[in-house]
């Protein structure tokens, strides 16, 4: 079955991820006199439910895309592949990494922890802000970004494997989809209750089995599991898959987790994982065009993520907080603040997406193994 090199619907899917974590993050700087509202934990946990969907959707169109190229071209070219996801992904992230470390840091202060000034920006540099916020490094206009260098690590790995491997590396998805579960529940069983864990040797320990919990590898696993099952699948299994009532009972599994599930509890990421990139499948077989918000929304959606974290605090800081409203009026203070930060942050995405974003991403065709629609640019 000849899969298409383009999927509509993921722009919408990647839309309403970055929606997810703008409203966990609307939420969490949102400061009322003696604290913050009380959400349900749906609301304040939408930003984990957003990453943990990213990953689902990065490994799934990456996997396809790379067995795609090694299929119709017989080889899969590293080093265009990179210079592929550097024109994607550096731009904006440089930027916004050097506008938290020269211009933004009056907006809230920073902490540097234990890395200092000069080692956290290096952290930054190379991409590498999980080991950063591992070492305390916090700061608010790009602290999200630990995100991005998951990703890139990912990046780095991932196209050798697929180059090297089979057609199916089921025992190495299945190890790095169970591994980081157990090390978790060592990691959990004998934190609590062992003293020796807390000092000497241990608090290495303890740190690489914390790094690991926060890489959420089981996601990537599972999409790129599901990137394998969909290049190979006949027509009639992904129609199956496809199928109206799988979209039903696949809904009401994603909302049953994020209801009555405890994100970072033991497996909850494997839970959910199984679910996104199940629901990410049974999508693509929706038909739909490459016009409207949500694919135009979609095609933001990276700037919306990058930007979002210094929009809400300058609003909040300037606006919401600078009239008092967050202390008189507190809930319309929340829904001015929010409106606003909405409105600006997809104003500014628009505008990075045209000046900034795309002169990068039309040179991505140089270095593209294959034709691929130019939709798919922003992949």
């Known amino acids: 079955m000849k899969k298409p090199d383009y999927f509509p619907v993921l722009n919408s899917l990647r839309f309403f991820a970055s929606m997810c974590v703008f409203i966990a993050h609307a939420v969490a700087f949102y400061e009322v006199p003696g604290g913050r509202i009380l959400w349900p934990h749906v ?16 490994g799934f169109l990456i996997t396809f895309l ?35 470390f020269f211009v933004f ?27 950063a916020m591992l070492l305390g490094v916090y700061m608010p206009t790009c602290f999200h970004t630990y995100t991005i260098g998951f990703e890139e690590q990912f990046y780095l790995v991932w196209p050798l494997i697929v180059k090297k491997a089979g057609r199916r590396p089921v025992a190495l998805l299945a190890m790095c989809f169970i591994a980081p579960l157990v090390i978790d ?38 999409g790129c599991a599901g990137g394998y099952w969909y290049f190979g699948a006949s027509e009639r299994r992904v129609r199956e898959l496809g199928g109206k009532r799988w ?12 209801y009555f599930g405890k994100p970072l509890s033991f497996g909850y990421v494997n839970l959910c994982s199984v679910v996104y990139i199940l629901l990410i499948l049974n999508l693509l077989t929706r038909k739909s065009g490459k016009g409207g918000l949500l694919q135009t929304g979609g095609a933001v959606s990276y700037a919306v993520y990058i930007y979002h974290p210094a929009v809400l605090l300058f609003v909040f800081n300037y ?10 009026h507190p809930l319309i203070g929340f829904v001015v603040y929010f409106v606003l930060s909405l409105v600006v ?3 500014l995405s628009a505008l990075s997406h045209r000046y900034i974003e795309r002169p990068f991403l039309v040179r991505k065709v140089k270095y593209r193994g294959i034709p691929i629609s130019d939709a798919n640019a922003s992949a």
């Open 43 to 58: 609301v304040s946990s939408a930003g984990y439910y957003g990453v943990i969907f990213f990953y689902c959707l990065s």
């Open 66 to 100: 790379l067995l795609n190229e090694k299929v119709l071209t017989g080889n899969i070219a590293i080093g265009n592949f990179y210079k592929r996801r550097a024109l994607r992904i550096w731009p904006l992230y440089y930027l916004i990494v050097l506008l938290s």
């Open 105 to 131: 840091r009056g907006l809230e202060p920073p902490s540097f922890g234990s890395a200092g000034w000069p080692g956290a920006l290096l952290l930054f540099l190379f991409f590498l802000p999980n080991i």
């Open 185 to 222: 529940g060592l990691h959990r069983y004998f934190y609590f209750r062992s003293p020796m864990v807390h000092g000497g040797p241990g608090r290495l320990i303890n740190a690489i089995a914390t790094f690991i919990s926060y890489c959420n590898i089981p996601a990537f696993a599972a």
């Open 247 to 258: 979209t039903y009972l696949l809904l009401i599994a994603a909302a049953g987790l994020m």
């Open 319 to 328: 606006f919401v907080k600078g009239m008092g409203l967050s202390g008189r």
């Open 345 to 347: 942050v997809l104003v």
